[in-house]
C-alpha cells in the first residue's frame, strides 16, 4: 500500500482530497468479549432444588466486515445506513452445573455468526470521520444449541484516510442480546434432573482495519 500511495504521489495521480460520501466497504480485525449472564432452574421429581450455573469459553479474535452508504446531511455531518456480519470461533460455551453437590458440565450455545444493521451518523474532520453506530445485532446459533440471539449494537470510531480514497479505522463496540431460555437433562449422582438455563450474551468488540470509499 505504501509503495502504491508514493507512485501515485510522484505520478500526480488522485490529486483530489477524497471525501467519506457515497458507498463504502472495510475490514476490521481485533477481539471479541462476551459477558454471558447465565440462570438456572433445576427440578428433580418435579422438585426444584438448589443450583448454580457458571459459563466459559467466551473471548476470541474475529474479523467485521462491513458495507454502507454515507448520505450528506449538511456541510461537516454524515449519515450512513450500512450493514456488518463476522463469523464466530466455532467454540461451544461449556456450562458449569452445580447441584446434589456435584458440578456437572455441560454444552451451551455455540455460535456460527453475527450480522447485524445500523445507522451511522458522522462528523467529518478535515482528513477523518467521527462516528457513531445504532442498530440491530443478530447472533446466529446452531439449531442444536439454542435460538438465535436477537440484540442491538452501539458503536464509536474514527476513520482517517491514508492513501487516496482507502482509509484506516479503529472501532469499539457494545452489544446487548435479548435472554433466551433452553432445556437440558444432565444426570447427577445418577439421577436424572431436568434443567432449564436462561442466558442473556452482552458483547465487547475492538477493532482496526481497513477500509475503501468508492
Same mark, same amino acid.
Given at each position: ?6 507512485s =501515485?504521489? /510522484?505520478?500526480? $495521480? ?18 471479541r ?15 426444584? $432444588?438448589?443450583?448454580s ?9 474475529? =474479523? ?15 449519515? /450512513?445506513? !450500512?450493514?456488518? $456480519? ?10 458449569q ?11 451451551? $450455545? ?5 450480522? !447485524?444493521?445500523?445507522?451511522s ?8 470521520? @467521527? ?30 484516510? @491514508? ?8 472501532? =469499539? ?6 435472554s ?14 431436568? /434443567?432449564? @438455563? ?6 465487547t ?9 468508492f
Amino acid at each position: 500500500m505504501a509503495v502504491t500511495c508514493l507512485s =501515485a504521489g /510522484a505520478q500526480g $495521480i488522485d490529486q483530489t482530497h477524497p471525501t467519506f460520501e457515497g458507498f463504502y466497504t472495510d475490514l476490521g480485525l481485533g477481539y471479541r468479549d462476551i459477558n454471558t449472564s447465565t440462570n438456572s432452574v433445576l427440578t428433580l421429581n418435579g422438585s426444584v $432444588i438448589p443450583s448454580s450455573v457458571n459459563s466459559s469459553g467466551s473471548s476470541h479474535s474475529l =474479523a467485521v466486515l462491513t458495507a454502507g452508504y454515507n448520505f450528506h446531511v449538511t456541510q461537516n455531518y454524515l449519515l /450512513a445506513i !450500512g450493514a456488518n $456480519i463476522s463469523p464466530a470461533n466455532g467454540l461451544t460455551q461449556q456450562l458449569q452445573i452445580q447441584a446434589l453437590n456435584k458440578t456437572t458440565t455441560v454444552s451451551g $450455545i455455540k455460535s456460527l455468526y453475527n450480522y !447485524g444493521f445500523f445507522l451511522s451518523p458522522g462528523f467529518k474532520t478535515e482528513d477523518g470521520l @467521527v462516528y457513531l453506530k445504532v442498530g440491530k445485532q443478530t447472533q446466529v446459533d446452531n439449531s442444536n444449541s439454542g435460538p438465535n440471539f436477537n440484540g442491538y449494537l452501539l458503536g464509536l470510531g474514527y476513520k482517517q484516510f @491514508v492513501c487516496g480514497s482507502i482509509y484506516l479505522f479503529g472501532e =469499539a463496540n457494545y452489544s446487548l442480546y435479548e435472554s433466551q431460555t433452553t432445556s437440558r437433562t444432565i444426570v447427577s449422582s445418577g439421577r436424572t434432573i431436568n /434443567a432449564s @438455563v436462561t442466558t442473556s450474551p452482552q458483547t465487547t468488540r475492538l477493532l482496526l482495519g481497513l477500509g475503501y470509499q468508492f
